[in-house]
């Protein structure tokens, strides 16, 4: 009994590696796609931004997929960034250079995981760019992740996109 007691009071903050804001946590639940990115998602509706009666782990601890991105974006303080097409593929290309240079030297078999992630989501983002949103952790610095919401065309519930090489996972109990 104690160590259900135990797990229910662990949770995991995900930071940014480079810039080490706080950007997901598990109350979230991300889910791993092909081992290089998560995604999370969210309720269709969308709430006014600036509501910040979620920013504790505590009005989303259970919460599921019941939340709508606003709730995430206030609980971490994501700052909205602003690109053109060639702007965007220029960061992501320093980015990923920064992030495969800190794998090859602390998990090197991870490399071609990224790259091969990478691959298959950029052409998912440039075929839809238009349906992006982007954002930055809470420093609003642009040489850390950059973090997607998909949006579409309103025929399936935004996801949030988050790089799974580009954050660190740090473990605490509550």
């Known amino acids: 009994m104690l160590h259900l007691t135990l797990a229910s009071n662990v949770s995991t903050i995900y930071r940014d590696v480079i810039t080490g804001d706080k950007l997901l946590s598990d109350a979230f639940e991300p889910r791993l796609v092909n081992n290089a990115f998560y995604e999370v998602q969210c309720k269709a509706t969308i709430a006014p931004t600036g509501l910040k009666e979620a920013n504790s782990n505590s ?5 599921g997929h019941n939340f709508d991105a606003a709730t995430l974006i206030s609980t971490f303080n994501l700052q909205q960034a602003s690109f053109e097409v060639a702007d965007f593929f220029r960061y992501l290309k320093q980015y990923m250079k920064q ?3 800190m ?7 991870q490399v071609s995981v990224l790259d091969e992630g990478a691959q298959l989501y950029f052409r998912k983002i440039a075929a839809n760019f238009r349906d992006y ?3 930055t952790g809470e420093s609003a610095k642009l040489d850390g992740m950059v973090i997607l919401l998909y949006r579409g065309n309103g025929q399936s519930a ?6 799974k090489h580009g954050l660190s996972e740090q473990t605490s109990i509550r």
């Open 59 to 63: 009005s989303i601890e259970k919460a």
């Open 99 to 101: 992030i495969k240079e």
């Open 103 to 109: 794998l090859q030297t602390n998990a090197p078999d």
């Open 133 to 135: 949103e982007f954002y």
């Open 158 to 163: 935004p996801y949030f996109v988050f790089w």
